[in-house]
């Protein structure tokens, strides 16, 4: 059995990140649910995190592994929001394991999202993706106490970036625009503070 092959995956401390690995999915499967912490996705499709805990908790950590080739997709740490998505471009079979399944409810989200500028942001994560416009204004709303914001716009179809931009506090109205380089959709990336994205006018 396919899950079976999957070597156990260690969870280790440390800042929150969300790594990708930008490999291909083998495609060719089943899409849909194929347990409480497992998935078979045909294309891209997102995973959701909730910190249910009433505080005082450690966080949620997650990692997320391919059945079929034992790579780690996603790996994230410290994660406290109660409602955080990141999006994953391979098909094929996930699975993952939680560091406090009693207070981190993980599920997945079919596809990348089909979210309509101007779009709120305000859970941080990856953004549901959207129709891309010739270019993308992203307005920072609220840095959350960090110094800047680094705002990298990403294609849904590969998790490869697009553009990036640094959105500095009091300068240019805290806003950046990043050309989407024709691709039809796009998403933000692994944002820390909360944005207003529209298209630029």
Not at 17 to 43: C, D, E, Q, W
Not at 123 to 138: E, K, L, M, N, S
Request: charged share 10%; hydrophobic share 40%; proline share 5%.
């Amino acid at each position: 059995m396919l899950l079976a092959a999957v070597a156990a995956v260690v969870i280790a401390a440390g800042s929150a990140t969300a790594a990708v690995l930008l490999t291909g999915g083998s495609g060719g499967h089943t899409p849909g649910s194929a347990g409480a912490n497992a998935y078979v996705a045909s294309g891209p499709w997102r995973l959701k995190v909730q910190d249910v805990s009433s505080g005082g908790d450690l966080g949620c950590a997650v990692t997320v592994t391919d059945v079929q080739s034992g790579q780690t997709v996603l790996a994230l740490r410290d994660l406290y929001s109660k409602n955080i998505s990141y999006q994953v471009s391979q098909a094929g079979s996930f699975q993952w394991q939680v560091s406090n399944a009693d207070n981190c409810i993980v599920t997945h989200l079919d596809g990348p999202g089909n979210a309509k500028l101007p779009l709120t942001w305000l859970q941080g994560g990856d953004t549901d993706a959207f129709a891309a416009p010739a270019q993308v204004t992203v307005q920072v709303t609220d840095y959350r106490g960090s110094p800047t914001c680094e705002i990298t716009l990403k294609d849904p179809a590969n998790g490869r970036p697009i553009a990036s931009e640094t959105a500095t506090p009091g300068q240019h109205n805290d806003t950046v625009t990043l050309d989407a380089g024709g691709r039809p959709t796009a998403y933000l990336s692994d944002l820390d503070c909360y944005v207003l994205v529209s298209s630029a006018p």
